[in-house]
Every structure is written in C-alpha cells, then in structure tokens.
DNA sequence: TGCGATTTGTACGTATGTATT
DNA sequence: CAATACATACGTACAAATCGC
C-alpha cells in the first residue's frame, strides 16, 4: 500500500507523477514527516527520467506539500496554517463584475509632509514630500467605499502633475506601478460619524478595513486605505492542493 | 537599452536569468503586453541552454509575470489585481507567537443534520449528520476568538469519537485534513449581545468574521466560522514579485 | 578527522510534439 | 503547408549537502 502509486495516463508526465505523490499527501495516507520516495526510486516505479521526477517533485516543494534535503530526502511538510490567496483587485472591477456601474468621486487632494497625521505609519524620512487623496467610489450611485491614499512623492514624483479628478488612484498606481511588493492588513472598525455619511451607513456599522503599503525598488512608495461597509463586501480566498 | 538585460552572477544561473528579465518588468519599463524575448534569443544572449532558460521563463509565469504563449512568444502580463497571500494560521499559534499563554474552551458540543439552521449554507444533502462544536480560545486569559464549527460527519466519522473538551476542533480537523481545498471569505459585522458578551466587548463593536469551508476529495468536510475582536486581530498578507 | 555513499540541485545537449500564425 | 516558439522528455554530468563509518 505503501507504493500503490499509479499514473493516470492524462496530461504531461511530470503531472502524472506529481498527482499520484500528491494524493496519499493530502489525503492523509502519508502523514507529516513521512518519506517520500527517492527520486531514483520513482524513475524506477514510473519508467520515467530523473529530469521529470525532478520537476514533479520541485512543484510540489514550491507548493509547500513536500521538503527536501540533499542526502536525507524528502519528507511530507507539516501542515501549518493555511496560506490562502486572496484576490484584491481594483474597486472597479469588483463593481463591474457584480453588473453595477461604477463611478468614483475625488473628495480631496492635498500635499503633506511626512510624520504629520497618519503619515508615521509609513516609516520614510520626516519632511519627506507627500500626496494625500481621498476618494469614494460607488456601486450603481451608492457609496461602496471609502479611500484614503499617502503617495510618496520622492518614489512616485508624476503623482504631482495628476488630478486624480477623472483616474481613480488606486488605478493610476497600479498602471505605474506593476506588481509592487506590497502588505496588506486586514481588520474591523466601527465606522465613525463621518465615515458612516459617506458611506451611508449607520454611526458604528462594522466596517472591513484594508491597510496596503506598498514599496517601490524598496521604497515606499503609496499607503492605503480602503473601507468597505462590513455587510456589503467580502474579501474571498482560496487554497488549493493543485 | 531594450536588451541591457545583465546576469549578476549570484547563485543559480536560472535564478539570475530569472531575475534578469524580471526587473525590467517589475519597473515599469516593460509595460504590460510587451513582448518578452524569446528562450533562443535569451539563450544567445546569456549563453545558457534552453532548458535552463525554460526553467527561468516557467517560474515567471508562475508566478504571473509574464504570459506565454506558442508561437507568438511570451509578453509581459497585465497586472489585474494583487494576489495577495493571508497567511492563517492556528488561533493557538497566533496567541503563543504573541507571548501569551493559550487557553481553550468548549462551549456546546451537539449533533445535527444538514438543512437545519446554519447548515444550510453548506451545500450536502439535507438529512446529513453534522457535529456543531462552539469554542471560545483565550489569549493570556482574555478572550481573543469565538469558533463555530459544522463537521460533516459523512466526510469525517471519526469526530463522532472526540470529545473536543481538550483538543480545539481546528487543531484536530487540521490534523486529519492536511491540505484540504478551502475557500475563505472575510467580512465585518457588529457583534450582537451573545457574542459580545463571550468576547468581552460592548454591544456592537465591529468584528472581523473568517468563514472557512473546506472540502476532502471533492466533499464538504467542515464549515467554521471564527470571530475575532476586530481591533484585537488582524489578518495580514503579503505580495512579493520574487 | 577524513572518506565514501546517498540524495537532491543545477546545467548541459538533444529530440520530438504541439499550438499558432 | 511551413515556420516559429513553447512544452515535454530523455540521458548525462558534476556539484553541494549530509549522513554513517
């Protein structure tokens, strides 16, 4: 039983055999620390060159199901906690693929300076130049949320010539800055007296809460805020064993 | 300047050829849809066999650079929205990687069948036997996270057996579902007076809500639903072009 | 301490298949 | 149909890490 592994003859090799390591993995047969089969051992079971063993059983390391080390093999990884990935994607099209039309209003535009109001959380030198934007976005004309940007002008100096009356910010950055690394951090507040207005909601609805910083070449580049009415949007992810 | 594409000569060669192609695109000055050169032009270039180059030009679009496609080559990707990954870890790893002691309580322990109350969101067939577990977890004896779980016991029979007055059904499930297909969805919501009351809180203060549904080869397997004080907790996640 | 054996990591060369223009 | 460029797969080789003797 300990070797019942056994292609199922559909797509690439390296896919075969990955599938076939991957199943006594996730359901349970093989328990964390187990070990898996040498990868000589398996071009033996499968007929199969090492090259394509090899790439089977990297996917799997790169997925985190298994962990390998020279010499001693590779053992099943403990289960930790999930990693789940969670799509955030623009405000826009989370409207537009509910069938609602979008729409966006700038509510304010001003220049600051670092280690003056939120802009501490940031960690850049103080003094340093700043574009503060806050901005509400809207579902089939209701509000569905509130954002509140801290650009850098030192990583991102064209913020200054922009408007941002017509571009949402969030839009205009993402285009300038493709794949940033970035945090995100994800908690609950009782929407206040003003936040509740914009919102239209009720003083002290629950509201979801996204802080993103993101950086530029290690720069700090743009802090955000997003708010959502807790009722009326959900962040969604998933993990799978591919 | 379109081909100032340079190996730094740190670590493996695919790595660097890896990293070579991914800078010009993380900073902007290959914009989305241009076109990425192709593995014989990377091989000239870098004097590294196609297999190498292959492996350099797979990861990226793994991890969703870069598109690739036959024939026509491969072109920087747009970037849609992050993809960011939340990291959920174990309430009890949570609390004890905070320096605080753990604790655990089970509040009600009870058998049901599905298409009663809250099990209606899971999707089984109705008359389906489920175990309903709620607990409370502390954090240096404070409350930190109220959980409710459905257990589907046609998927896991075995939960009939436990008591779940010591083990936490999250750390029990997580051991006998290692890696299972999991969908989240994060929302806010106010706490009512039931729940504010086990969490310490004052009616309504806003809450972070984790629904988690997981499936074990293709069955639903357990339902849960943590509640954490939304000021108390956050979930936190990263984006990072390697 | 050193040495050999095992296992994975990297890289090469080559060949053939497949999707697309 | 031909050309292009990626996809898969084989065989080989050497390097690096690590364990046991």
Same mark, same amino acid.
């Given at each position: 039983?300990?070797?019942?592994?056994?292609?199922?003859?559909?797509?690439?090799?390296?896919? #075969?055999?990955?599938?076939?390591?991957?199943?006594?993995?996730?359901?349970?047969?093989?328990?964390?620390?187990?070990?898996?089969?040498?990868?000589?051992?398996?071009?033996?079971?499968?007929?199969?060159?090492?090259?394509?063993?090899?790439?089977?059983?990297?996917?799997?390391?790169?997925?985190?199901?298994?962990?390998?080390?020279?010499?001693?093999?590779?053992?099943?990884? +403990?289960?930790?906690?999930?990693?789940?990935?969670?799509?955030?994607?623009?405000?826009?099209?989370?409207?537009?693929?509910?069938? #609602?039309?979008?729409?966006?209003?700038?509510?304010?535009?001003?220049?600051?300076? +670092?280690?003056?109001?939120?802009?501490?959380?940031?960690?850049?030198?103080?003094?340093?130049?700043?574009?503060?934007?806050?901005?509400?976005?809207?579902?089939?004309?209701?509000?569905?949320?509130?954002?509140?940007?801290?650009?850098?002008?030192?990583?991102?100096?064209?913020?200054?010539?922009?408007?941002?009356?017509?571009?949402?910010?969030?839009?205009?950055?993402?285009?300038?800055?493709?794949?940033?690394?970035? #945090?995100?951090?994800?908690?609950?507040?009782?929407?206040?007296?003003?936040?509740?207005?914009?919102?239209?909601?009720?003083?002290?609805?629950?509201?979801?809460?996204?802080?993103?910083?993101?950086?530029?070449?290690?720069?700090?580049?743009?802090?955000?805020?997003?708010?959502?009415?807790?009722?009326?949007?959900?962040?969604?992810?998933?993990? +799978?064993?591919?």
């Amino acid at each position: 039983m300990t070797d019942s592994l056994a292609l199922d003859g559909r797509g690439p090799l390296h896919e #075969q055999i990955r599938r076939a390591v991957c199943a006594p993995i996730i359901s349970g047969a093989w328990p964390p620390g187990r070990r898996v089969p040498s990868e000589h051992e398996l071009m033996a079971l499968f007929g199969a060159s090492r090259m394509t063993v090899n790439r089977a059983m990297r996917t799997l390391a790169d997925d985190g199901l298994i962990v390998r080390r020279r010499r001693t093999g590779s053992v099943v990884a +403990a289960a930790t906690g999930d990693r789940a990935v969670m799509s955030i994607g623009s405000i826009r099209a989370t409207v537009e693929a509910g069938d #609602q039309t979008y729409s966006y209003e700038s509510l304010a535009r001003r220049h600051a300076r +670092a280690s003056d109001d939120s802009a501490g959380r940031f960690k850049i030198a103080a003094g340093t130049p700043l574009l503060n934007l806050s901005c509400r976005h809207f579902a089939g004309g209701r509000p569905t949320a509130l954002e509140d940007h801290w650009i850098n002008l030192a990583a991102v100096p064209e913020a200054s010539d922009e408007p941002f009356d017509k571009t949402p910010p969030g839009e205009w950055l993402a285009a300038r800055l493709p794949w940033p690394k970035s #945090q995100y951090v994800v908690t609950a507040l009782n929407a206040g007296a003003a936040m509740a207005k914009l919102l239209d909601l009720a003083p002290g609805t629950a509201c979801l809460k996204i802080d993103r910083r993101s950086w530029r070449n290690g720069v700090p580049a743009a802090f955000v805020t997003t708010l959502y009415p807790g009722t009326g949007h959900a962040l969604t992810g998933e993990v +799978a064993p591919p």
